[in-house]
């Protein structure tokens, strides 16, 4: 018994769920049965050298769900063993931020208990990346759910996930993959008509600026569509445009408008039209891409286009779920605020 429990150190799941996922996995498999005894707090304790907090919580969890039960001086059994799982979930993010934990708290949420979900964070690392899938294998997952993207690398992508995923097991997130079956499930992020149409809707107050500036780094992630769908808008509508690979060496200008991708960026960008003497909001205006709460009063608001990640993490479970394959476009939204 003590075999099926599985703790991975490189999941960013709590490891007292991955004690519950465990057990909720071989009752559905069939390797824990009705009244088998579970592994003590002590054998665990010793087994992967946790707290027994960690331990007692995982099971208090399952006795809640009428799973298990104890008895007094004996331990713990499987009470129930009659589940199905709705989900193996194996979940592959490029990284923890504020915009990625709403997707995961959407996507947890929707899913429910009866799902297993096993999280990791490969930071934007694409080797990483290949690893953790290839390792996954292991495991007997019935989704994949993964956001793709890379600082470097990543060329051949489509191949690798082909050869290594069954595509109907495959969710891709934030992105479309060109190159895989039409059919795949995808809850995407239409990155240049997003921000073309974002643009146009701010408009009337960008005309106030002669220049659009886009804050890309020299290496990103980001989509490159983002910035097709800047320099469309900008040609269509007559803005003199360019690209700002190092926010450190940006000497900040008149009459400008900034558009910033990375946290980092925005406060390099915020503290340089701080020690100018320019206006922010009339010299100087900004758009920051993705919303935070910080960003409603920073600088008393800053203007935001941002995806809406609660509705991404929803989506993508509802596909699980509903055991759908669709390509689903994510909304986009725009909120005015005094930085622009």
Excluded: W
């Amino acid at each position: 018994m003590l075999k099926l429990i599985d703790i991975n150190e490189h999941s960013k799941i709590p490891k007292y769920k991955q004690i519950i996922n465990s057990i909720l996995t071989g009752i559905e498999n069939g390797q824990i049965k009705l009244n088998d005894k579970l592994p003590s707090v002590n054998q665990l304790l010793n087994q992967f050298d946790i707290s027994r907090d960690t331990i007692v919580r995982a099971y208090d969890d399952l006795k809640t769900r009428k799973i298990i039960d104890s008895v007094p001086g004996k331990g713990y059994y499987i009470k129930n063993d009659r589940l199905k799982l709705k989900a193996r979930v194996f979940l592959l993010f490029n990284k923890l931020s504020a915009h990625k934990k709403l997707i995961y708290d959407s996507f947890a949420k929707t899913i429910g208990e009866n799902a297993t979900v096993d999280f990791f964070i490969y930071e934007n690392n694409y080797r990483h990346f290949k690893e953790l899938i290839k390792t996954s294998k292991s495991r007997d997952y019935t989704h994949y759910v993964i956001i793709p993207h890379f600082d470097e690398g990543g060329d051949d992508l489509v191949p690798f996930l082909i050869n290594e995923i069954p595509l109907n097991k495959l969710i891709v997130l934030d992105k479309k993959l060109d190159g895989l079956d039409d059919s795949l499930a995808t809850v995407y992020q239409d990155f240049e008509n997003d921000i073309y149409s974002a643009l146009i809707e701010l408009n009337p107050l960008l005309k106030k600026y002669k220049q659009i500036k886009l804050i890309l780094g020299s290496k990103t992630y980001q989509p490159k569509e983002i910035k097709k769908g800047f320099q469309r808008f900008c040609g269509e509508y007559l803005y003199d445009f360019s690209n700002v690979n190092n926010m450190e060496t940006e000497i900040i200008q008149p009459n400008t408008a900034y558009i910033n991708l990375k946290e980092d960026d925005l406060v390099i960008l915020l503290k340089k039209i701080k020690i100018s003497n320019f206006v922010l909001g009339n010299d100087v205006g900004i758009i920051s891409y993705n919303d935070t709460i910080l960003k409603e009063v920073l600088a008393d608001g800053i203007t935001v286009i941002s995806t809406d990640f609660h509705n991404l993490g929803a989506q993508a479970a509802n596909l699980i779920l509903e055991h759908k394959k669709l390509e689903l476009a994510n909304p986009f939204y725009v909120i005015q605020r005094k930085s622009l």
